[in-house]
């Protein structure tokens, strides 16, 4: 039969008081794979993927696509937090892919510490990210190199607004020699 899946993607609005799904709809639900690709996620709404990823509601989730949702920074930390937690064990990788694609562009610190603290998945989306500051890239990869739970991970489209210096290749060439699969 058809994977249980919710898919709402590119909805323009979004009511800020409430949750686009429900708590009580959204725990009762055994989804494999959960798009809300490119629709505005209100702190709300992600007060409740957070519970619902930490909850036994969401052991089937396999596919979970929060790109280009305009989540802050810190609140994607949350989700890889959240994700790890949901997990029966504090040695088990999660086996799914998350894309967090787009997001968190006002402050790259609390994603490249969560990513250091081994947070996240087996397979993660981040795709067209831009990097003002060198400083912000060479701590994301730094991130991603000292994390062992990630196997896949996309890292297609990014921009760089600023000079690319030996430094960042140095940070880049270390995600590339830790044996995650990259594109």
Not at 25 to 51: A, H, M, P, Y
Not at 67 to 82: E, F, K, Y
Request: proline share 3%; hydrophobic share 40%; aromatic share 6%.
């Amino acid at each position: 039969g058809d994977s249980p899946s919710f898919i709402l993607s590119n909805m323009q609005a979004t009511p800020e008081a409430l949750p686009l799904i429900p708590w009580n709809v959204l725990s009762s639900w055994r989804l494999e794979q959960l798009c809300l690709s490119r629709t505005r996620v209100n702190g709300k709404t992600l007060d409740v993927i957070l519970r619902y990823l930490r909850s036994n509601s969401s052991r089937a989730l396999r596919y979970l696509y929060l790109d280009g949702c305009q989540i802050p920074g810190t609140r994607v930390a949350d989700l890889l937090i959240a994700v790890s937690e949901g997990t029966s064990s504090s040695d088990e990788t999660r086996n799914m892919h998350l894309d967090i694609s787009e997001n968190a562009s006002d402050n790259y610190a609390p994603l490249a510490t969560a990513l250091r603290k081994n947070y996240g998945v087996r397979s993660l989306g981040l795709k067209l990210l831009e990097f003002e500051d060198s400083s912000d890239f060479i701590s994301l990869c730094q991130g991603i190199e000292k994390n062992t739970r990630i196997r896949h991970l996309d890292v297609s489209e990014w921009v760089f607004s600023c000079v690319i210096n030996d430094s960042m290749c140095d940070a880049l060439g270390a995600v590339l020699a830790c044996g995650i699969d990259t594109c």
